[in-house]
Structure formats: C-alpha cells, structure tokens
C-alpha cells in the first residue's frame, strides 16, 4: 500500500497535491504578470500569469501555507482561500491570519492528526531556514492509509516550503520513508536586512542543494518547484536540468506542467 499523488502545478510555489484523492493546495499565489510589491530592501514581480485562476481551481480541502508574510507564497487574491479552509501553517502565520478558526499554527516538528475530507491525515511542520527573523514551515503529510515501505517506515510526501538546505531535515528519514519530495528550488537570493547594501543571502535550495536533500531523505521521486517567474531568483529551468544531471538524479526527477495533472505516485 502507498498515498497515491497527482500534482497540478499554478505557478511558484502554488500547487494542488491531490493525495489519496484529497486536494492540498500549497502557498496561494494568483496575481497576473506585472504584479509588483516594494518591500523596501526589494521589488519583487511576477512575469507570468499562474496557469489557473481561481474560478478554475478544483475544490479545495485544505491549505499548507509554508508562510503568509511574504507576497510570493500567499497574495491579496490567495487570502480568499484561506477563509472557511483548515490551513497549517506557522505560528506567527495563525496570529497575523486571525481570526480565522481553520487555521493552525505549527511549532516545527509538531503534529496534528486531523480529518480532511473524511480521510484521516497526519500533518508534521518541518523546520526551515529561509529569510532571518521570518518564520516559515515545511509539511509532512502521511496517513494510516498510506501504509508502510518496506524499511518498516510509514510512508510519506513531503513539501519542503521555502528553505536552504540545513542537516535537521536530514533526520526525516529517520522517520518516514518520503515518496515524493515536493521541494521550492530556484537558488533565490535577497538583500539582508540587517545589512542592505552587503552581499545577497541565499533563501531557497539550488539543484545542488536540493539533491543533497534528496539524496538525505532516501526519497522516491524529487518534485521541482518554484523555480520561475521571479528576478531574485537565480537557478531557472535549463540550470536546474543541467544541476541535476551533474548530481545524476535527473531520472528520479518528475518535472510539472503548467495547469496540468501530473501523476507522481
């Protein structure tokens, strides 16, 4: 027995993950090309258009919101779908999202057991580093329907959300046995705060360090994301390619279609 996952990429980091025939949707982002937001230290704006508006979207059962203070994971149109939804996110995330009583902010690695859609899930938050100062979470989805590997370990998907690679998360599969990683790539890069007129930091994995998560996890199948569209990032789809055939994982690799279901697992 394994979760069965069909990925329909938007945009970003905007994806429906159908598991087990229930709709996740990741990190809300809507806004057409040419959007911008001035966030002082940065402009950021989108080039192209989300392969589905928002009245094309299936229903949705739930909301994994990797986080909500940054334009780019969850937009003014995104925030329609938080209302009446269970959304897991952080804990900053649940208090700036109120009141909203579907909304659950997660410490990481804490768990929740839940029931979406009639189906029972497990939800793990996984930790992150993404910009200083600005919390943010990966997920863990798993179930009792999800069965076992063959390492005795249950089996999982996971969904990395905006992160650098750090060694804590080589700890997960010590855990579970992750089917399908859902990983925010693009190699971003933004001013720091701190020090605005220094070097740019690194806020997201390249192909490299995305392979080395891979490689850590003992995963089944690497899914790129978040990737395109945006000027702070750095590593876009031919890179990303040419990285992971240098890291020899390039058959272990299920590329997205823009609006188009995708069967993973």
């Known amino acids: 027995m394994a979760p069965t996952l069909n990925v ?126 600005d919390e943010c979470t990966g997920f863990i989805i798993t179930g009792e329907d999800f069965g076992l590997h063959e390492d005795g370990l249950p089996n999982a998907i996971y969904f990395t959300g905006d992160t650098v690679y750090i060694e804590e998360l080589d700890s997960i599969a010590d855990r579970y046995h992750i089917c399908a990683a859902v990983m925010n790539l693009g190699n971003a890069h933004a001013p720091n705060v701190k020090d605005p007129n220094g070097p740019l930091m690194q806020i997201t994995m390249g192909g490299k360090d995305g392979a080395k998560l891979f490689r850590a996890l003992k995963a089944d199948v690497l899914i790129p994301m978040h990737y395109e569209s945006w000027g702070h990032f750095t590593q876009f789809g031919t890179e990303l390619r040419q990285a992971f055939e240098d890291e020899g994982i390039s058959d272990k690799i299920c590329w997205l279609k823009g609006g188009e279901e995708v069967s993973v697992l």
């Open 8 to 133: 329909t990429h938007i945009g970003t980091a905007t994806a429906i993950l159908q598991i087990n025939g229930v709709n996740f949707l990741t990190d809300p982002f809507f806004s057409p090309a040419g959007t911008f937001w001035d966030r002082g230290v940065i402009v950021l704006e989108v080039t192209e258009d989300p392969a589905l508006r928002l009245n094309q979207l299936p229903v949705i059962d739930a909301v994994l919101l990797s986080h909500e203070d940054h334009p780019d994971n969850l937009d003014e149109l995104g925030r329609q779908l938080l209302d009446g939804r269970r959304v897991f996110t952080t804990v900053d995330g649940a208090k700036n999202l109120g009141p909203r009583p579907a909304v659950h902010g997660m410490q990481p690695w804490e768990e929740i057991e839940t029931i979406i859609a009639g189906k029972k899930f497990k939800i793990i938050a996984t930790p992150t580093k993404h910009v200083p100062g």
